[in-house]
């Protein structure tokens, strides 16, 4: 089914900018596989001024492609998205993505930063976007292949939750121990709850309501 002229006009510039900026991937993947293996390696990856800048790059880039992905195969699970058009469903999930940022920056704001240095803080603020842009690839990648040998929307909609579900869990594990290595496992464990999981737990709730 040929998608409308906007869909397809922000996919067209969503692969242009990829392509742009495919050689600052393919410098920082080391970085990021570090990342994923060993909590340190997102500080280090923040104390590099130029990995970090390029790591901001790849991480707005990607955005795109993301909305894109989650309105066309209804990613949030959304029931009431099936009936509307493809633009609408876009728009809408485009303000969720909005609201999920603005829910997580408000929730920060107050919480301070403990024991935490400037560059550890920045490193343990920062790490979600060092997942983010490995979730995004593993996802690309899982719906193009899927795509490709003619699996249906709901299999590759269910294959890219599990991808974020895995890369998620990850997430929260390596942001722990990078808040407990100056402020305890305790105290970190009260961050999470109130800048990661409480978001989450209003996404989720979001979604089985609607």
């Known amino acids: 089914m040929p998608q409308p002229a906007l869909i397809f006009a922000i996919g067209l510039i969503s692969l242009l900018l990829v392509l742009a900026k495919l050689r600052t991937f393919v410098n920082l993947t080391p970085s990021l596989v570090a990342c994923v293996m060993r909590w340190k390696e997102s500080v280090n990856l923040e104390e590099s001024m130029e990995l970090a800048r390029e790591r901001d790059s790849i991480y707005f880039i990607l955005i795109l492609p993301d909305v894109l992905i989650a309105s066309r195969y209804n990613i949030f699970g959304l029931d009431f998205l099936d009936s509307l058009s493809p633009e609408l469903s876009l728009a809408i999930t485009a303000g969720i993505f909005l609201l999920i940022a603005l829910i997580r920056f408000a929730i920060q704001l107050p919480m301070g ?23 995004s690839v593993l996802i690309m990648a899982a719906a193009g292949i899927c795509s490709t040998i003619g699996a249906e929307d709901g299999t590759i909609a269910g294959t ?22 100056a402020n305890g496992a305790f105290s970190s464990f009260l961050y999470l709850c109130a800048l990661e999981l409480l978001p989450t737990a209003a996404v989720l709730a979001a979604a089985i309501v609607f």
């Open 160 to 181: 890219a939750r599990i991808t974020i579900a895995v890369c998620y869990l990850i997430y929260l594990i390596r942001k722990a121990q990078i808040f407990a290595s």
């Open 113 to 135: 930063r403990g024991r935490c240095g400037e560059r550890l803080y920045k490193a343990y603020l920062h790490s979600f976007r060092n997942f983010a842009i490995v979730a």
